[in-house]
């Protein structure tokens, strides 16, 4: 299948800095990417849908102020965590997809983020 | 608003035993569904992916199932084994290139 790397795996920042997560497709274009966060023992929840060049839809209760999501070119998105606190540790995970890869979507490895 | 559950919540099962776990949809009309394993602290790996004309796919030893009238699919695993140990993950796509809704997962332990 197809290859999705997201970067970094593991994160601890301090209270108040921004984190930015990488994600990448290495062997297709993705024309589309998503976010999802999951909290342990619960499953994912999608945070943001972005197509390339432009804004990212962004779901219910998700401060786009907050998580801020770039997808500047067709093989990376990115998204920064801004003024990190405690409660925004989570496991973060990218997915992404392309219209020639048809229906499936590949995940990235997700990251793991620790704010103290 | 789609929603997923998945039955049971864990399983754990000696070694060898043919199992089945289950995945229901509130929504009928879907696109596609597809079956994800997580391993610890991972990301999520593709299994099997049905679409909504399909009845069932097969993967080695996995086979997935789906009924969109009665708004569930089913995952067997047969001869299951120690490296299955996983938690499975249903997932339905609303239309093509949308968004997915997953369900919580089924914790699956396989005893040596």
């Known amino acids: 299948g197809a290859v999705v790397s997201q970067h970094p795996s593991r994160v601890i920042c301090k209270s108040g800095t921004s984190v930015k997560i990488e994600c990448r497709s290495l062997?297709?274009?993705?024309?589309?990417m998503f976010w999802y966060r999951q909290f342990p023992k619960q499953s994912l929840m999608l945070m943001a849908t972005s197509n390339e060049g432009s804004k990212a839809t962004y779901e219910q209760g998700v401060e786009k102020d907050k998580f801020l999501i770039n997808h500047a070119s067709l093989t990376l998105s990115t998204l920064t965590v801004t003024s990190a606190h405690p409660e925004d540790s989570s496991f973060y995970i990218c997915?992404?997809?392309?219209?020639?890869?048809?229906?499936?979507?590949?995940f990235g490895q997700g990251t793991r983020l620790t704010v103290v | 608003k789609q929603e997923v559950t998945q039955i049971p919540a864990a399983l754990s099962v000696p070694e060898g035993e043919n199992l089945v776990l289950n995945c229901s949809f509130t929504d009928s009309a879907i696109y596609n569904l597809q079956w994800f394993r997580q391993d610890p602290g991972k990301g999520l790996t593709s299994l099997l992916l049905i679409q909504s004309s399909q009845r069932e796919q097969t993967s080695g030893r996995l086979n997935a199932s789906l009924d969109k009238s009665s708004g569930r699919s089913t995952l067997y695993i047969a001869a299951s084994q120690p490296g299955d140990s996983a938690t499975y993950l249903c997932?339905?796509?609303?239309?093509?290139?949308?968004?997915?809704?997953f369900g919580e997962g089924t914790q699956l332990t396989v005893n040596p």
């Open positions: 997915s992404a997809r392309g219209h020639y890869l048809g229906a499936e979507a590949f």
């Open positions: 997932a339905a796509e609303e239309t093509s290139g949308s968004r997915l809704t």
């Open positions: 062997d297709f274009q993705a024309t589309t």
